[in-house]
């Protein structure tokens, strides 16, 4: 194994002194520094690193080491000091005891010697016993050794034998001589050295080596080939290395068995003044080095080398500096020197590398403007609104005031003659003006006009209490009501607002003008509370669209005998013509006299008849199938030449010349495709058996003539059709009456319009119409709200109109009266005046009180509706509209196919060719050109179907009906 | 701010409800519609008891128990026939949320019993406690 080196250096300052120790896992070696008491350096890496360890012995750092099991022995300058926890905590255990010559262990004792005649020996390294060599007896130590459970010592006494070698099993308490040799003065055992059992020795005349194999307790001589005695000696599992000089080296590598030739060269080894050491470095690796003389024996060495075959050959190591020792260490020796580096095997870093010229250039620099505009990043929440009402509770409270009202103030008519409503004459008018009883203030007249489709308005003056401001009273507001006096039974005769005031500089009176707000409560009345108020029908189509609801109110009611009006709560009212809630009886003696009147309704006024025209217009989509067709049979085309028959040849039409005539004819789509029959190729037998001819088509010919063709086309287009109602309404009785008619018309247009641009042209335009074979197809389309169901509204809406303006024209009489103030009168109320020269009945249509404050005078002037006399109810018609007049147009049959004749050219009985008649497959008699014949220019014409204006003109058909009516009559009899 | 929420005399809710019932002597009861809603769109009441669970009720408040007319002169009901079964002088539920924009029909039949020839102005229609939002 190839034993490489990585140089490691200790922190600046420190350097290593002495031997090291590998024990443990860890490695143990001493280190001094320039500024700081000594230390020791422990390795826990193998060698890789080393950390200063506190050292907590004596001056001077450890310098050799020597371990057994629970306990590590240092020795030092100062003394040999102990650790027994593995080497973190180290104690002082022989003071001033001198190790210089080594320490050693047989496993349990430790012996250092100090001098060649002082030595120490301990049990467990804390206590030392020190013992001179004279003891064993010996003159000089030379050298010590540990083997398994022995220690030895090598030494030379004055006394015969003179070299020795003394062996202790008890820790050097007695030593036993177990080899000695009897030689001249000055010799001794030189060295000694073991590993584990094996032990060796070296004699100062020998050329050899004692060898002991069982821990030193019996040796045996190992001559050697070689002369020279081993300088050195070290054991290493079988092997022993004794280097005689630089040069040679007497060696075992049998375990002691034979010693080799010692004639090994150790190159590099410096022989001047040194001794050549070896280095037991662990896996049969050796290291060797060179000693001064001067030195002791653990001190430097230079030069090392290496050996991995037990010393055939050596290989110089390169070192920082001069070796200390070498530790064994588990990824092989470590190599300790005295400076601040150390070897631990490995693999130097190696650099690869390759010029790199560097050129100082200047700097080109590319730039572009680069703006940077920095905008607010837009804030997107996503957030929901949380509306939080804090909200005091209330109530909503409305009065309910409740009056009795004596039934005496409703009577007193029927020719009673009596004042109902204030019997006793006595009465007052009660003014309310917002919050306020102004009764007391009130001056003049309080007026109230009530109307049928009106507004109820009223008129009051009062003079103030105190200053007001006139423009404060617009808005307030008023209830009026006529109370007998005293307040009593009280009837309301208006509520309602001011409309305006009026203020007389001169006498400060204020006069208000009222008005109930009729037009405002019906404008905010919604539509459906109007529909089920008045019934009857409505379409836009008639009375376009209202403005506002008070503008649809007096639209829908036109369809219904009635009139609206606001009740004295403000309440909105339908009020029917017939049918009142309730009827009273007005005779003379009930009316103030000279009162009664009677207007008559003027043959202006009347109506006997109404004619009701409806238009009601819708496009029609129509389409149109028609079918291209022509055909001979082969006869036609193929000679003959028969006994009693010679028929020439005629030309064959082409497939071109028709698919050029028929494929895209003007007007019309293709519905299918153009089917062309061509002749089948082939030879055809012509003549006799005995006089044969034969007419050929061939295979490539055929294909391009024609026998005939078929094809069928559509076309698409509107026509506007425009349903014209005229229903006239005839009240027959009326009209017999007056002797003629008295008419107006009403009418309404509905229209359904299509407005997609491209229908007809483009067949992909909806909605699509499909026409299939040869006809037509006819179908209306209604847009929404302009369907038949619409149209039929339209006309109930007007017929239902036009029936109620008969009747209200009808009832344009009048009846008047006045009475003392009746309160209780209302339009609600229908009036049978037996008035003397006059009877007649209807609905109360006007009403003004007049409560003449200043004069005691209060009065009611009613008006009453009467229509023409008769006296017959009659109630509103179910229509039964007349027949829709539209019927699908039904084309002729020329309309519906192309016109294609067949015209021969080149016979005897051919006509001059006129391309204005001729129209169809022009062709000629293939006889050549015969002179006097007419042959014509062969081709295909097709004379295709037009659109008549009957198709395309907008149709008006027409409906007329004539409805006899009968309207309501009323009484009226003036005698 | 008051209520927006009020008695109307007309389906439109132009004009205020101010007036009650006349009833002539002896001739039966009278039946009249107010109307109760908001002419604001938007709004709602519910009753303050319980918003959105509670009722909003319309009840009769008699001012003067012991004298005048009592609230039993009173039916209300939200429909023409529903006059008929409805128990005098109790209140009427109306729903629980009311929205605003549109009006609810009362129909109100105010009954003489034995009152005699009068006026009498101690009974109103009201409402529980409500908020509107």
């Known amino acids: ?975 | 701010m008051s209520l927006t929420f009020a008695f109307w005399a007309d389906a439109g809710m132009t004009v205020p409800n101010a007036s009650g019932a006349t009833i002539t002597d002896g001739l039966g009861p009278t039946d009249r519609i107010v109307y109760f809603g908001s002419p604001v769109a938007g709004k709602t009441l519910q009753a303050a008891s319980n918003p959105g669970a509670d009722p909003v009720q319309i009840s009769i408040d008699d001012a003067n128990g012991g004298s005048g007319i009592a609230a039993t002169a009173i039916k209300l009901a939200l429909t023409a026939g529903g006059l008929n079964s409805a128990v005098a002088g109790a209140p009427l539920s109306i729903g629980t949320s009311i929205p605003g924009g549109s009006s609810i029909a009362i129909y109100v039949r105010t009954t003489q019993g034995a009152l005699g020839v009068g006026s009498y102005a101690d009974l109103s229609l009201t409402t529980n406690p409500c908020v509107e939002a």
Not at chain 1, 444 to 455: H, W
Request: contains cysteine; negative net charge; glycine residues 10%.
């Open chain 1, 1 to 975: 194994m190839p034993v490489s080196f990585v140089t490691r250096s200790l922190p600046a300052g420190w350097a290593f002194a002495g031997r090291g120790l590998e024990w443990g896992g860890k490695i143990y070696v001493g280190a001094t520094s320039d500024t700081a008491a000594p230390m020791l350096m422990v390795s826990s890496d193998g060698g890789q690193t080393f950390a200063p360890q506190a050292w907590t012995a004596t001056s001077g750092p450890p310098l050799r080491f020597c371990a057994r099991v629970g306990c590590i022995v240092a020795g030092t300058a100062g003394g040999l000091c102990y650790s027994t926890d593995g080497g973190i905590t180290w104690a002082l255990g022989g003071a001033n005891l001198s190790s210089d010559l080594g320490i050693v262990t047989d496993g349990t004792h430790f012996l250092a010697l100090a001098t060649g005649t002082l030595f120490h020996r301990s049990a467990d390294g804390v206590t030392w016993t020190s013992a001179l060599a004279a003891s064993l007896p010996l003159t000089v130590i030379r050298d010590i050794a540990g083997a398994s459970g022995a220690l030895l010592i090598a030494g030379g006494n004055t006394s015969a034998p003179r070299s020795r070698i003394y062996r202790s099993v008890n820790g050097g308490g007695a030593w036993s001589l177990v080899q000695s040799v009897s030689s001249a003065s000055g010799t001794s055992m030189d060295r000694i050295a073991a590993d584990s059992a094996l032990c060796a020795a070296s004699w100062t005349l020998g050329d050899g080596m004692y060898v002991s194999t069982n821990g030193g307790a019996s040796w045996a001589w190992r001559a050697s080939t070689s002369s020279g005695a081993p300088n050195r000696i070290a054991v290493q599992d079988a092997v022993i290395l004794g280097p005689i000089n630089a040069t040679y080296m007497q060696r075992s590598t049998d375990g002691g068995a034979t010693v080799l030739p010692a004639d090994i060269v150790a190159p590099g080894l410096p022989a001047a003044s040194h001794q050549p050491a070896p280095w037991p470095a662990g896996g049969g690796l050796w290291i060797i080095t060179a000693r001064p003389f001067a030195n002791l024996p653990e001190g430097p060495s230079v030069a090392p080398h290496y050996s991995e075959d037990n010393g055939d050959t050596w290989s110089p190591i390169t070192v920082p500096g001069p070796v200390h020792g070498i530790v064994v260490a588990a990824d092989g020796p470590l190599i300790i020197t005295t400076g601040a580096e150390w070897l631990v095997p490995g693999v130097e870093a190696q650099q690869a590398s390759t010029p790199w010229p560097v050129a100082i250039v200047p700097a080109l620099v590319a730039t572009t403007d680069w703006p940077v505009t920095v905008t607010a990043a837009p804030e997107l929440r996503a957030s929901t609104p949380w509306r939080v009402v804090v909200a005091a509770a209330q109530q909503a409270t409305t009065t309910w005031p409740v009056q009795v009202l004596d039934a005496a103030m409703l009577g007193g008519l029927d020719g009673a003659g009596s004042w109902a409503a204030a019997p006793d004459g006595r009465w007052e008018a009660v003014v309310w003006l917002g919050t306020d009883n102004i009764s007391a203030r009130i001056l003049g007249t309080v007026s109230v006009q009530i109307e049928a489709d009106a507004a109820r308005t009223a008129e009051f003056s009062f003079l103030p209490a105190a200053p007001i401001q006139p423009l404060g009273l617009i808005g307030q507001r008023v209830r009026l009501a006529f109370a007998q006096a005293g307040g009593l039974n009280a009837q309301t005769i208006f509520r309602g607002v001011v409309e305006t005031p009026t203020i007389d500089l001169q006498t400060g009176v204020i006069t208000c003008a009222c008005h109930d707000q009729a037009q405002e409560v019906w404008a905010n009345t919604p539509r459906e509370t109007i529909d089920a108020l008045v019934g009857g029908r409505w379409h836009v189509a008639v009375s376009g669209e209202p403005e506002d609801n008070f503008e649809y109110l007096r639209e829908r009611i036109q369809s219904v005998g009635a009139s609206w009006a606001l009740d004295a709560s403000q309440a909105p009212r339908v009020l029917p013509w017939a049918s009142p809630a309730r009827t009273i009886t007005v005779r003379q003696t009930d009316i103030i006299d000279g009162s009664l009147a009677v207007d008559l309704p003027s043959r202006e006024q009347l109506r006997t008849r109404i004619d009701v025209r409806m238009q009601y217009r819708y496009p029609v989509h129509r389409a149109r199938g028609i079918s291209a067709q022509w055909s001979q049979p082969m006869g036609f085309f193929l000679p003959s030449n028969r006994e009693t028959s010679d028929k020439p040849a005629y030309v064959w039409p082409t497939v071109g010349m028709i698919e050029s005539a028929a494929s895209s004819p003007p007007g019309w789509d293709p519905v299918t495709p153009l089917r062309i029959e061509n002749p089948p190729a082939g030879t055809y037998q012509l003549g006799t058996e005995l006089n044969p001819a034969f007419y050929i088509i061939s295979s490539t010919v055929a294909p391009s003539l024609a026998m005939g063709f078929s094809g069928r086309y559509s076309a698409r287009w509107q026509q506007t059709v425009t349903e014209d109602y005229a229903i006239t309404l005839v009240w027959d009785a009326l009209e017999a009456q007056i002797g003629q008619p008295v008419g107006e018309e009403i009418g309404a247009s509905l229209e359904s319009t299509f407005d997609s641009p491209g229908w007809g042209s483009d067949p992909s335009v909806a909605p699509a119409i499909n026409v299939s074979g040869v006809g037509d197809v006819s179908v209306p389309y209604y847009a929404p709200g302009a369907a038949p169901a619409d149209r039929d509204n339209v006309l109930r809406t007007l017929l239902d109109r036009a029936w109620v303006r008969l009747w209200s024209a009808s009832r344009t009489g009048r009846v008047r009266f006045a009475l003392p103030c009746r309160p209780d009168l209302w339009l609600d109320t229908g009036c049978a005046l037996e008035g003397g020269s006059v009877r007649a009945s209807g609905v109360i249509v006007s009403i003004e009180h007049v409560l003449d404050v200043d004069a005691g005078q209060a009065t009611t002037d009613v008006s009453v509706a009467v229509g023409m006399p008769g006296a017959t109810p009659a109630a509103l018609p179910a229509w039964s509209l007349p027949a829709s007049p539209y019927t699908p147009a039904l084309p002729s049959l020329e309309q519906l196919s192309a016109t294609i004749g067949t015209y021969v050219g080149g016979l005897t009985t051919s006509p001059p060719f006129d391309p204005d008649t001729m129209i169809g497959l022009v062709t000629n008699a293939e006889n050549g050109s015969i002179p006097g014949r007419e042959y014509y220019p062969v081709g295909l014409s097709i004379r295709w179907p037009e659109l008549t204006a009957e198709d395309r003109d907008p149709r008006e058909l027409e409906a007329a009906a004539v409805v006899s009516v009968a309207v309501p009559t009323d009484l009226l009899e003036i005698t």
